[in-house]
């Protein structure tokens, strides 16, 4: 088996629906992030796709800042992001956050393919780092929200992160295979200096032994690594046939495990059936 790579190149893009703003500023972050996407502000958003449309583009993660109780505030695009889709025929995924409104998610299975939720029941995430004032139990209550109404989620859990433990790391594993979700997409935690210690580096592949053995449906590495993850973390993931998917893998792991590799221009969760609109092989 060949693992999936992905990289952002020509045939998909990033956009931002509320620019460089975010009313939660976690501190991690600090909007920095999503200042590197397209912005794409209100009425001007249907004129972006066009335009990226026109230019070849054929999919778009939506994502932006998120409101002070953590949700992406899409709802008023909506009606026109369902209306461009049917005309340009786009892939669209979507961070739509602590989104639980039942109508709203109604609405979003008829525009997103995709839905990229961080799922997390570490309080220090959600609470310190991303300031929200829900408890964690409000990330299972969305997760379950979204399930019920049909839309197919790809949650993203911490491989690691400074308050993880193992424990918590089986737990939310756990929780997500309980309620029968065929992938996972794992992050590594970025503190605001950029960088990990090594240490924390060379645990990294032992989690993701640990992870495989618990789970036994598709795992993907997602982009949120930092540089000393990435050095560890991805030439083991290829090399061991760990992982189904990895975004952005290290020049040198594929320079070494090329032939085990086969590379698409998207975002790591696009679903299978779309896949080959971005081929690059």
Same mark, same amino acid.
């Given at each position: 088996?060949?693992?999936?790579?992905?990289?952002?190149?020509?045939?998909?893009?990033?956009?931002?629906?509320?620019?460089?703003?975010?009313?939660?500023?976690?501190?991690?972050?600090?909007?920095?992030?999503?200042?590197?996407?397209?912005?794409? #502000?209100? %009425?001007? /958003?249907?004129? !972006?796709?066009?335009?990226?449309?026109?230019?070849?583009? *054929?999919?778009?993660? @939506?994502?932006?800042?998120?409101?002070?109780?953590?949700?992406?505030?899409?709802?008023?695009?909506?009606?026109?992001?369902?209306? #461009?889709? %049917?005309? /340009?025929?786009? !892939?669209?995924?979507?961070?739509?956050?602590?989104?639980? *409104?039942?109508?709203? @998610?109604?609405?979003?299975?008829?525009?997103?393919?995709?839905?990229?939720?961080?799922?997390?029941?570490?309080?220090?995430?959600?609470?310190?780092?991303?300031?929200?004032?829900?408890?964690?139990?409000?990330?299972?209550?969305?997760?379950?929200?979204?399930?019920?109404?049909?839309?197919?989620?790809?949650?993203?859990?911490?491989?690691?992160?400074?308050?993880?433990?193992?424990?918590?790391?089986?737990?939310?594993?756990?929780?997500?295979?309980?309620?029968?979700?065929?992938?996972?997409?794992?992050?590594?935690?970025?503190?605001?200096?950029?960088?990990?210690?090594?240490?924390?580096?060379?645990?990294?592949?032992?989690?993701?032994?640990?992870?495989?053995?618990?789970?036994?449906?598709?795992?993907?590495?997602?982009?949120?690594?930092?540089?000393?993850?990435?050095?560890?973390?991805?030439?083991?993931?290829?090399?061991?046939?760990?992982?189904?998917?990895?975004?952005?893998?290290?020049?040198?792991?594929?320079?070494?495990?090329?032939?085990?590799?086969?590379?698409?221009?998207?975002?790591?969760?696009?679903?299978?059936?779309?896949?080959?609109?971005?081929?690059?092989?």
């Amino acid at each position: 088996m060949r693992i999936k790579a992905f990289v952002m190149r020509k045939l998909f893009r990033a956009i931002s629906i509320t620019g460089g703003y975010c009313e939660l500023n976690c501190s991690h972050c600090n909007a920095r992030y999503i200042r590197s996407m397209i912005p794409a #502000i209100g %009425k001007r /958003l249907p004129q !972006v796709l066009k335009n990226l449309h026109r230019k070849g583009v *054929r999919g778009v993660l @939506l994502s932006g800042g998120w409101t002070r109780d953590g949700r992406l505030p899409v709802e008023k695009h909506l009606a026109e992001l369902t209306s #461009i889709k %049917k005309e /340009l025929g786009m !892939v669209f995924n979507v961070h739509l956050g602590l989104e639980d *409104r039942r109508e709203v @998610l109604e609405q979003a299975r008829e525009v997103f393919d995709i839905i990229d939720f961080e799922f997390t029941l570490s309080p220090w995430l959600a609470n310190v780092v991303r300031g929200l004032r829900q408890p964690v139990s409000q990330y299972v209550k969305v997760l379950d929200s979204m399930i019920d109404v049909g839309l197919d989620v790809v949650p993203h859990i911490f491989l690691w992160h400074p308050h993880q433990s193992l424990d918590l790391l089986k737990k939310e594993i756990e929780i997500l295979r309980d309620r029968g979700l065929d992938k996972v997409n794992l992050l590594v935690y970025i503190p605001p200096s950029g960088h990990i210690e090594l240490k924390v580096a060379q645990l990294l592949p032992r989690l993701l032994e640990t992870v495989r053995t618990m789970w036994d449906k598709e795992i993907y590495i997602g982009c949120m690594r930092p540089p000393e993850a990435r050095k560890t973390l991805d030439p083991y993931a290829i090399s061991q046939g760990l992982v189904e998917r990895i975004a952005n893998p290290t020049v040198s792991a594929v320079r070494r495990y090329r032939d085990r590799l086969v590379f698409y221009d998207a975002c790591c969760s696009i679903p299978e059936r779309m896949l080959s609109y971005f081929t690059l092989d």
